[in-house]
């Protein structure tokens, strides 16, 4: 763990000082195309299965969904909804959530802020924003210093009577630690939906892969385009088996445009029937488009994982030298921790202010410049000073970012570097290049 106990000053360079430390770094590295951030890993089986879906006609839910969703209920012996995104998928669990544990309508929007959930603040506003349109209001507890997930510890201290339910996020593709978590929904009566935006294929130290972690109630996955198993876009919303057929029909219903409801979750449209005017009347399917590509990617899976798995090795064997040097922390290096796997949608590093004379913001505006891309995962939601605060519940109970010390600290200093399958090793030893030479130019 960094020593970020002192809080020392980050210089503040003129831009003309700092094009020329960048100009100057550029003429000592070997010249080579820019390596962006993220890129889908798609190929000629892709095209050619998205050809065969535009022949079928179906341009909407058809077989291809249907066959997915089979797919993935059998993986997680769960009853599985294919859904446009992930943040559709979540808006579905909330509804649901209230609907299970106050009884009403998921159509209804609950008087603002009269019930929370418990989640971390160091995630997407996507994981938040479908809380406030329902009312809900989502509460924040700081995170886990070694993995940036939120702490378990944390948790049941800040539930209260209108808590109802508790929302991990794996951020990473890091899994968050279930077994505490669970346990302490199971003993406050909560319901656990999890944030597995990042966390496809993913495993705990049990064995249990995140989909099918015994105790939560939903868990909502991301296949949008870059993520470790991309389609153009897409989402799943995977429901334990208490799920009620009353409960089915409403988040069924035209949500599916009338296909069908059946009797055994492995196959939730055995019988047709049409759209049940108790439902909630909202369009958030996947299409077959979708459906086809995540398909293919998911009989690639093994190749996937296999690949990213070496490639976050190759870097934390590179970079091992400016940890030892105290310029950055690796969030989770590519070894498994306590059993976990890391399907490995990032590659996190924290920089460390104390021995850089120039923030994360700067340090990720050197690597851009250099041709290296970056992303930030994420800027914690306390940070974002110009959303809305307690009309819209983001922020209710005032909650400033130095209330969430180690959110704050973690979400202002960490970045997350290019991986993806079709990166060379080549391509991971010039960002760690890079990456050297920008800590040694700015170094204190």
């Given at each position: 763990m960094l020593d970020l106990s002192s809080d020392s000053p980050?210089?503040?360079?003129?831009?003309?000082?700092?094009?020329s430390i960048i100009s100057s770094i550029n003429e000592s590295l070997p010249s080579r195309d820019k390596i962006p951030f993220a890129r889908p890993y798609w190929g000629q089986r892709e095209k050619e299965h998205i050809d065969r879906v535009i022949d079928s006609g179906y341009g909407t839910r058809g077989p291809e969904v249907e066959r997915l969703e089979g797919r993935l209920s059998e993986r997680f012996d769960r009853p599985v909804i294919a859904t446009d995104t992930c943040t559709n998928a979540l808006s579905l669990a909330y509804r649901l959530a209230c609907h299970?544990?106050?009884?009403?309508?998921?159509?209804?929007?609950?008087?603002?802020?009269?019930?929370?959930?418990?989640t971390t603040p160091v995630t997407s506003p996507l994981t938040i924003s479908p809380m406030v349109a329902l009312g809900i209001r989502p509460k924040f507890v700081d995170v886990d210093q070694s993995t940036m997930n939120i702490n378990p510890g944390l948790i049941e201290s800040a539930i209260d009577q209108d808590t109802i339910a508790i929302a991990p996020v794996h951020i990473g593709g890091m899994p968050c630690d279930m077994e505490?978590?669970?346990?302490?929904?199971?003993?406050?009566?909560?319901?656990?939906?999890?944030?597995?935006?990042?966390?496809?294929?993913s495993r705990l130290p049990s064995g249990e892969e995140i989909g099918a972690v015994s105790g939560s109630f939903a868990t909502c996955f991301s296949f949008y385009s870059t993520k470790t198993f991309g389609s153009f876009e897409?989402?799943?919303?995977?429901?334990?088996?208490?799920?009620?057929?009353e409960e089915l029909e409403i988040l069924i219903g035209v949500h599916h445009k009338g296909d069908v409801l059946g009797a055994s979750h492995k196959d939730v449209r055995k019988v047709f029937r049409p759209p049940s005017p108790n439902c909630m009347g909202l369009v958030m399917n996947m299409t077959d488009p979708q459906a086809a590509i995540l398909g293919i990617q998911l009989d690639k899976e093994n190749e996937i994982l296999e690949r990213r798995t070496e490639l976050a090795s190759v870097y934390s064997k590179l970079l091992f030298p400016l940890v030892e040097a105290g310029f950055i922390r690796l969030i989770s290096d590519a070894s498994s921790a306590n059993g976990t796997f890391n399907s490995r949608y990032l590659y996190?590093?924290?920089i460390n202010p104390n021995t850089l004379r120039i923030d994360r913001d700067t340090f990720c505006t050197a690597l851009i410049k250099l041709g290296v891309g970056v992303g930030l995962h994420f800027p914690s939601i306390l940070d974002f000073q110009d959303l809305p605060r307690e009309e819209y519940n983001f922020n209710s109970g005032g909650l400033t970012p130095e209330d969430l010390p180690i959110a704050t600290l973690m979400s202002r200093n960490t970045l997350s570097l290019p991986l993806y399958p079709s990166l060379t090793v080549d391509d991971v030893s010039h960002v760690a290049e890079v990456l050297d030479s920008v800590c040694k130019e700015f170094a204190k």
């Open positions: 980050i210089e503040v360079l003129d831009y003309a000082t700092f094009d299970r544990k106050l009884g009403t309508h998921p159509n209804s929007r609950i008087p603002a802020g009269a019930v929370n959930i418990i505490e978590i669970n346990l302490i929904a199971r003993e406050n009566g909560l319901l656990v939906i999890e944030d597995a935006a990042h966390a496809f294929a897409g989402g799943a919303l995977v429901l334990d088996n208490s799920i009620t057929e996190q590093i924290m």
